[in-house]
């Protein structure tokens, strides 16, 4: 049972209705002891559901670098907060990841630019422990699983980095370019999902096609968001910011692989 309050809980200032004046909080009710309310708060927190997050998804998908531009722009409260997208959509993501792009097997590692690292590295630990190659694999591949769950947003700080270096006559703050990284992210695992979804099973056999026709389309919402986000014009800078922009796509990756696999092999 709660007592009508006189004072706020938080900031002791006498009330004059259901909420503070002095700090904003709200007083308690005996509603809010209930379990449902507990888990709908959690809900409404977590993913912001009173901002009406599938429009904020469809708006990824179709206007590309516009929630982007809005947010630098100074007109967020009419959207979810660009981390709060990208955490929903890296949720679902790693229930159902078609790209194996941000997750590879061990004997993969000693075919990446940093294979002669990765190849002597191995072959320490086999030495060392004792153990052959394959039952390494099993505990690094679970540990591996694991951690890109949480590694995975790496890429955005990186790719963050080298925009700003590319885009640095702008006069930007890296946190405009980090936002930028993280919409766009956001759209790769989010169509990847919906894509490899919608593609039918007798068609992978084209798998080859299929794979092609996916970064065609991530190349045309490149360009479209650059374009939108950065104000390039539809000449050749825009090609040529199109093009930058996935060299960076492609470097933050090999980085994100590397990172990957040292950590991983860190904690195994």
């Known amino acids: 049972m709660i007592e009508k309050q006189e004072r ?11 909420f503070c004046h002095a700090c904003g909080q709200k007083q ?29 998804l469809w ?16 007109r967020r409260t009419r959207y979810m907060a660009p981390l709060s997208i990208f955490l929903l959509i890296n949720f679902f993501y790693f229930i159902y990841n078609p790209l194996s792009d941000f997750k590879l097997p061990l004997r993969d590692q000693v075919y990446q630019p940093y294979g002669a690292l990765a ?10 422990e004792k153990i052959t190659v394959e039952e390494y694999e099993v505990e690094y591949w679970d540990w591996s699983l694991t ?29 405009d370019h980090f936002i930028y990284a993280l ?34 389309i991530l190349a045309i919402y490149v360009f479209f ?27 933050t990756h090999f980085t994100y692989r590397g990172i990957l696999f040292l950590t991983t092999y860190a904690v195994t």
């Open 8 to 18: 706020c809980l938080n900031c002791d200032t006498p009330l004059q209705g259901k």
């Open 28 to 56: 308690i009710e005996p509603s809010e002891r209930t379990l449902k309310y507990i888990v709908l708060q959690f809900l409404g927190s977590a993913f912001l559901l009173e901002k009406n997050f599938a429009k904020n």
């Open 59 to 74: 708006q990824v998908l179709v206007k590309p670098g516009f929630l982007a531009k809005e947010y630098v722009q100074g």
């Open 119 to 128: 190849r002597k590295l191995i072959d320490e630990k086999l030495k060392n």
């Open 147 to 175: 951690l890109t769950k949480t590694l995975i947003i790496l890429n955005v700080p990186i790719t963050a980095f080298f925009l700003l270096l590319w885009f640095k006559r702008r006069k930007m703050y890296f946190t």
């Open 183 to 216: 919409y766009l992210y956001a759209f790769l695992l989010l169509f990847s999902m919906l894509y490899y979804l919608a593609v039918p099973s007798s068609i992978m056999v084209y798998e080859r096609w299929v794979h092609g026709f996916f970064y065609c």
């Open 225 to 251: 968001s650059a374009k939108r986000f950065y104000n390039s014009p539809y000449h050749v800078s825009a090609w040529i910011n199109t093009i930058i922009i996935h060299i960076i796509l492609i470097i």
